[in-house]
């Protein structure tokens, strides 16, 4: 008679939905596929809502129960639960401000359950491991995207498209943006160095050749994602955490080997990428797309004439203005109708020669007037060919007022077409701007805030624009926590930090240490120094990995 096998108790559920989400976290789909009223769920927000009403069960079964030391926990919940108090009393808002708190507390939620579920060591090293899988896949699915030149359409379901920069893609993986996707490898990349280590110290070396591979496999895509912070955040974690471990330990090894592949990567691209080094020299890509202009205030015309026009225009910019390469950057302009507000035709003229940043070139344009009297505007501007109008970057273009006197009746040409006349956008403001209105916004609302993630549906109006980027927030973790929640949420949650910081120096001075401790604080130091320039905490991929990271690091603190 067979023994029939056993059901899986909620425990053992629980931890195979943690590693599922661990791994799916790169793979959240851009709609969800449930609707329960006002409430929309993603996969990965499906998973997270198994994984805390599971935790939920556990905890109420094994009752009382002190999922982390000290109750550190309840510094944290408290925090949060103030983000909640503030999101009711922004003044606007408030239901974004709702929505952002409770991410956030269900992000602690996903912290405290990790060490409801997960009951050993060899289980939490099975949620690393998890996590290093998924760092893996971005890097994989980045790099192939990269080396065929091109987007993959599978990925449309998880992300609106691959991240640019100018003319050049950057590594994105299945994520929303190229900045998630150097998070989720700066976090991955310590957890694979101390796995490598360990399998070294037990004498697998042939294992270990692997990893390596794979370890500099995640390096290269994090210089890929061309985002600066990604490879100095992971040089300065791997140089803290040597200084930290001091030079005696032998874990210390591995860090330094990591400074120095790091090194060596960076001057690797820097000599290759022509990508990288214009990332280097800017914080975006605004700064490629600038021009200066001496171009005649007023024209006068008869209709269909050609004049040659003479301009200057001098190169600001990073860019070479080259006709004849790909993309090529041409001389633009759009003749926009007074009266009707529509625009006629958008000419182009070659750069013959190309202009270098800091070249001046003078030029005599063969305009032609449009074809019906009036008075237009003659918009100059810069355009690199399907990729952007320089003015949509950098807000710096010329204008023309034109008069349009009758002349021979002759018909309208092709290119003449009227269509509705688009305008510039206000730019993508650097932080050199969003750091100031950040901290006007905090000096106005210092104790409350205006409510959390609420900084970026209003600075535009700082800036006295009518339409801005939605999408931008402070980017700085702590700015953007001190502008959504005041000082009543912010507080305690730094609070918390630095009581975490506190035990973690503790336990890195203790022999002998876990490396996998190691591993897990050099991940979340990851968050905390590109927190310093980037906002991760609410989106899903990177939010909830920082999260799993906090409840392993709570559980390993547990006596087996």
């Given at each position: 008679m067979t023994t029939p096998t056993p059901l899986p108790t909620l425990p053992q559920v629980?931890?195979?939905?943690l590693l599922l989400l661990a791994i799916t976290l790169p793979f959240e789909l851009d709609e969800p596929l449930l609707h329960l009223g006002p409430l929309a769920f993603t996969n990965v927000e499906l998973v997270l809502t198994a994984v805390l009403l599971l935790a939920g069960l556990v905890g109420w079964q094994e009752r009382p129960f002190t999922p982390v030391p000290n109750r550190r926990w309840l510094v944290l919940l408290l925090a949060g639960g103030m983000f909640g108090v503030t999101a009711v009393l922004a003044p606007e808002?408030?239901?974004n401000a709702l929505k952002a708190s409770l991410r956030l507390l269900s992000g602690i939620g996903l912290a405290l359950a990790v060490p409801l579920l997960i009951q050993n060591a060899a289980q939490r090293t099975r949620l690393l491991w998890a996590m290093i899988a998924a760092g893996l896949l971005v890097a994989v699915i980045g790099l192939a995207e990269l080396w065929l030149g091109r987007e993959l359409a599978w990925l449309?379901?998880?992300r609106a498209g691959i991240t640019v920069a100018g003319a050049y893609l950057r590594l994105t993986g299945p994520l929303d943006y190229a900045n998630?996707?150097?998070m989720i490898l700066e976090a991955a990349v310590p957890l694979l160095l101390v796995a490598g280590w360990l399998w070294w110290q037990r004498g697998r070396k042939t294992a270990v050749l692997l990893l390596a591979g794979l370890l500099l496999l995640l390096l290269q895509a994090s210089f890929l994602t061309l985002s600066r912070a990604s490879f100095l955040t992971i040089g300065g974690v791997a140089g803290v955490m040597a200084l930290l471990l001091g030079w005696r330990?032998?874990?210390t090894r591995p860090w330094l080997a990591l400074v120095g592949a790091v090194g060596l990567l960076f001057a690797f691209n820097s000599g290759l990428s022509e990508a990288f080094r214009l990332r280097l020299g800017s914080e975006g890509d605004s700064g490629w797309y600038l021009a200066e202009w001496q171009v005649p205030p007023t024209l006068t015309l008869t209709a269909n004439e050609t004049r040659r026009v003479p301009i200057t225009v001098t190169n600001h910019g990073a860019l070479v203005w080259h006709s004849q390469r790909q993309p090529p950057i041409n001389l633009g302009a759009r003749?926009?109708?007074t009266e009707s507000a529509?625009?006629?035709?958008?000419?182009?003229?070659?750069f013959d020669p190309p202009i270098g940043p800091g070249q001046t070139a003078s030029l005599q344009i063969p305009l032609r007037a449009p074809s019906e009297p009036g008075e237009y505007t003659l918009v100059w501007d810069v355009v690199q060919e399907q990729i952007t109008w320089f003015g949509e970057k950098s807000n710096v273009f010329a204008t023309s007022q034109v008069v349009v006197r009758p002349g021979t009746d002759q018909p309208a040409p092709e290119w003449e077409t009227a269509v509705p006349a688009w305008s510039y956008q206000l730019p993508i403001p650097d932080r050199s701007t969003l750091w100031p209105l950040a901290l006007q916004l905090i000096g106005e609302r210092p104790f409350l805030g205006i409510g959390l993630d609420n900084f970026r549906l209003v600075y535009g109006r700082l800036l006295q624009a009518d339409s801005w980027n939605d999408t931008i927030h402070t980017n700085n973790w702590f700015l953007e926590f001190l502008v959504g929640g005041g000082l009543l949420a912010a507080l305690p949650f730094f609070v918390w930090?630095?009581?975490e910081g506190g035990v973690a120096w503790t336990r890195l001075r203790q022999r002998p240490v876990d490396p996998w401790q190691v591993a897990i604080l050099a991940s979340l130091l990851a968050f905390l120094l590109h927190g310093l320039v980037d906002f991760f905490l609410l989106f899903n991929s990177t939010g909830l990995l920082f999260w799993l990271l906090v409840g392993c690091w709570w559980h390993s603190q547990q006596p087996e």
């Open positions: 629980g931890r195979t939905l808002h408030n239901g449309l379901p998880f998630h996707a150097a330990q032998p874990l003749w926009l109708q529509l625009q006629l035709a958008e000419p182009r003229w070659p930090l630095a009581w």
